[in-house]
């Protein structure tokens, strides 16, 4: 890893009039907030995860959780910037409790496919089991069987990857989460 990089905060994309409806998910508290995403919302790149993690310290201050540090590092080692990529989450808000896991992202899934058509990416990437069993449609789909292919995910090319939280938890996994992104830059920047 390169030991000068240093992940930072990205900044969040503003919440559309439209998610006054996502205020009806279950996931939506008092406590928590919309993240409609982050970084560039014009980016090329789509990057969907489950849901946005912590994001400030117990002190209130922002900071890069573990997830995004692992991201971003990654995509620091294939020469992806922030400017190439828009993060943004089948869930719209943090959990913070218990909830219907299927209904919630039932719900939520509508939203996100909107986002996507908006943005109009040139690359969707899916980040986790999660992500990929909602977007495919297939309650059996699995990372480990789906990822090192490109498909077609609501007319864009995408790729499958493993949630960077588990990359982080299983550092085997750092290959394969690696040769994923390279596939997705040498296809990105072929493109140029």
Not at 56 to 68: I, L, M, N, S
Not at 81 to 102: E, G, H, Q
Request: aromatic share 10%; net charge neutral; proline share 7%.
């Amino acid at each position: 890893m390169d030991s000068d990089f240093t992940p930072i905060v990205w900044p969040e994309d503003k919440v559309p009039p439209e998610a006054i409806d996502y205020e009806q998910c279950e996931v939506c508290t008092e406590k928590s907030r919309i993240i409609w995403g982050e970084g560039n919302a014009r980016a090329p790149i789509v990057i969907i995860l489950d849901n946005p993690g912590a994001r400030e310290d117990k002190e209130g201050k922002a900071y890069v959780c573990g997830t995004r540090q692992t991201l971003q590092t990654a995509l620091d080692q294939v020469n992806l910037t922030p400017n190439d990529v828009y993060l943004t989450y089948l869930l719209k808000c943090r959990p913070l409790r218990r909830y219907n896991k299927a209904a919630a992202r039932s719900f939520s899934k509508p939203f996100l496919v909107r986002q996507i058509k908006t943005i109009q990416p040139k690359f969707i990437v899916c980040l986790g089991d999660v992500v990929v069993q909602t977007m495919f449609d297939d309650s059996d789909a699995h990372v480990k069987d789906l990822r090192g292919r490109w498909y077609l995910l609501l007319g864009y090319p995408a790729i499958v990857s493993y949630h960077p939280l588990a990359v982080r938890r299983r550092p085997n996994l750092w290959h394969q989460f690696m040769q994923d992104w390279e596939m997705l830059a040498q296809q990105f920047f072929s493109k140029d």
